[in-house]
């Protein structure tokens, strides 16, 4: 270990009063040097922020920053967007295969489907959609489009989607058989809540469900002369 001599503890001593007077107003990065009483030489750095850095600030895209007790003053925030789920079901009065099949003519789901404008398959990727949305609400004309994809079905027990690009969204279509001539069918909804949407998002959802129930009702009509 070290040991000091009677002329180095006076250099050291010498040389802390100099620092001490010299530093006394000064501020490092918000934190400023004090010293303690005891005989050796101690630094204690004191953090208090400089008032300079609460005036800092950073942009997130497609994100609000929130403040915090940090001494930064912030708190991170994640850039993903919110995502809303949606389940409706109801019983229909024909097989599980008839709505099945029904449910598996996508360009005629426009004709049951209140918000749905447009549905047409890609000649050369049968398994390839286009979707546009047209809606009034919330005060506002609603228009969105997507790409979808329909993955592997299981015939006559469910259907499922996700889209490639454009609004994003998934579901499934399940179809429980209750009998020989009905069956109930669940519908699963999954999007990203739009940026233009964020405002009104906590009313958002039970607006689409109520849309989606009143879609399957239609559904069950147009089932029925399938």
Known sequence: MFSSSPSSS??????????????????????????????????CLSLRPSPSLSRLFFRF?????????????????SPVMEWQDCT??????????????????????????????TVKILEDKPDLSRWSLKYKAFGRDIEFSWLARNMQPIPNQKIHWRSLEGLPNRGAVRFYPKGP??????????????????????????????????????????AKSY
């Open 61 to 77: 895209p497609h994100a609000s920053v929130k403040r915090s007790s940090v001494l930064t003053g912030f708190r991170p925030v």
């Open 88 to 117: 409706v079901k109801m019983e229909i009065d024909v097989p599980a295969s008839v709505a099945y099949n029904c449910y598996s003519d996508r360009e005629a789901i426009p004709r049951w489907m209140p918000f749905i404008s």
């Open 181 to 222: 001539s009905s069956c109930t069918v669940e519908l699963t909804v999954s999007y990203e809540v739009p940026q233009i949407l964020t405002p009104v998002a906590s009313a958002l959802q039970p607006f689409l469900e109520n849309l989606l129930q009143r879609g399957l009702e239609r559904f069950a009509t147009f």
């Open 10 to 43: 006076t250099t050291i001593a010498a040389a802390a009063t100099y620092i001490s007077t010299r530093t006394q107003n000064v501020t490092l990065f918000g934190a400023r040097p004090t010293w303690g009483r005891s005989s050796s030489l101690s630094l």
